[in-house]
């Protein structure tokens, strides 16, 4: 009978946890398809200023004279490392973690060193896990649950206003980008400084646009406003990922506590045949010997 109760409060507290999984897989759902929705809808956008940029650039007298553009010795770095304030999404914050550990141990060993690498931890279980280790000047975990635009440009003008004092040579983002509900891919991303547009030769010649003011006045005016949306479309990105990690995480729990019932059901059966058994024949035995 003790190893009925047992089979049977495991049984219990599995269905009690696939209740959980499987409302979380529900929730899951249904934000990955509002914030997919939000990643299709801004990536056009995005693509299009990237395209403007790279017309600007081939008109320009040299991109390589503007303040954001100039190539630098990495001496001051800040990463920008995006992760979420929950678990129970796989692999989706160690994914992160170790991809920042290993870009300061492989790129950034030396400013680590020089302690000139700072962090910006957008969500709790980066900021958790990477601030034990290095030194985090910014960290934000509203920002997750209300991505606001105004907010997260606050810290995409702080970033270029910190590079042009030359407080800053070197920003990269690392966060988890956006494929489909199943696949994430983990990107380093270079922010700061503006790589330089390898501008398409066929395409320059197809576009031949009027500027007013100058392609370099336009160029200043408008990065700025590329660097926000760009910051805000990796936040975009992470987030859609995070409900995918999570929802397929889900899944597979779910997927998971249906066979583990399932064995256990048997199992629990099988014990229940042989004590029934156990018990008929000790009947059957007992009135043998009083027949006897």
Known sequence: MGNLKEIRTRITSIESTQKITSSMKLVSAAKLRRAQ?????????????????????????????????????????????ITSNKGLCGAFNANIIKTVNRLIADKYAEQHQA?????????????????????????????????????????????????LHHEVDKVDI??????????????????????????????????????????DQLLQELIPRILRTQLYKTLSDSIASEHGARMTSMTKATDNASEMLHELRLKYNNARQ???????????????????
């Open 115 to 163: 302690g000139n690498v700072r962090l910006i931890c957008i969500g709790k279980k980066g900021n958790d896990q990477l601030g034990k280790s290095y030194p985090v000047a910014l960290s934000n975990e509203n920002l997750l649950d209300n991505p606001d635009f105004t907010e997260l440009s606050a810290i995409a003008d702080n970033l270029v206003t910190q590079f």
């Open 274 to 292: 042989s004590s029934i058994t156990n018990e008929l024949i000790e009947i059957v035995s007992g009135a043998d010997a009083l027949k006897g």
């Open 174 to 215: 690392v966060y988890n980008q956006f494929l489909n509900s199943a696949t994430q891919r983990v990107t380093v991303e270079e922010y700061l400084p503006v790589a330089p547009v390898e501008h398409d030769g066929e395409e320059k010649t197809t576009l031949d646009y009027i500027i007013e003011p100058s392609p």
């Open 37 to 81: 929705t939000a990643i299709q809808h801004l990536r056009p956008y995005s693509q299009k200023l990237n395209e403007i940029l790279a017309n600007l650039a081939g008109s320009s007298t040299g991109t390589e004279q503007l303040p954001l553009f100039q190539q630098r010795d990495p001496e001051k770095v800040v990463i920008v490392a």
